[in-house]
């Protein structure tokens, strides 16, 4: 199993259970892991045979700044199953962070993060 790894996109959006986070919004950043197969790939150098980076971006992009979700888990499961969709993705793996949440003593951000396979 190969791998393709969008890494540490920033994105700005309303998720949350705080009203402070439903009204003023916060930067999530996202990566995914897009499990696949390379196999053949190096002979045809055929971009329809492998994952563009480009749709799978607006995926992102879509889902996490179209929806609102109360918890990380709901929205990191529903992009898991929008990745899904495409046809070269076998298995998707998707973290979600929160770096500056509103919480005392958190200065690391909280992260969630989920595998799903087709």
Do not use: C, W
Request: no cysteine.
């Amino acid at each position: 199993m190969d791998k393709v790894t969008l890494k540490d996109i920033s994105l700005y959006a309303y998720h949350g259970v705080l009203t402070e986070e439903k009204e003023r919004g916060q930067e999530f950043i996202v990566t995914v892991d897009l499990f696949t197969s390379f196999h053949g790939i190096s002979k045809t150098d055929d971009l329809n045979q492998v994952i563009d980076y480009r749709f799978i971006l607006e995926q992102i992009t879509t889902t996490v700044t179209g929806t609102r979700f109360d918890l990380l888990e709901a929205l990191a499961e529903q992009l898991a199953l929008n990745l899904l969709k495409f046809n070269q993705v076998e298995k998707v793996r998707v973290t979600i962070k929160k770096p500056r949440p509103p919480l005392p003593a958190i200065t690391g951000g909280v992260q969630v993060t989920l595998f799903r396979e087709k």
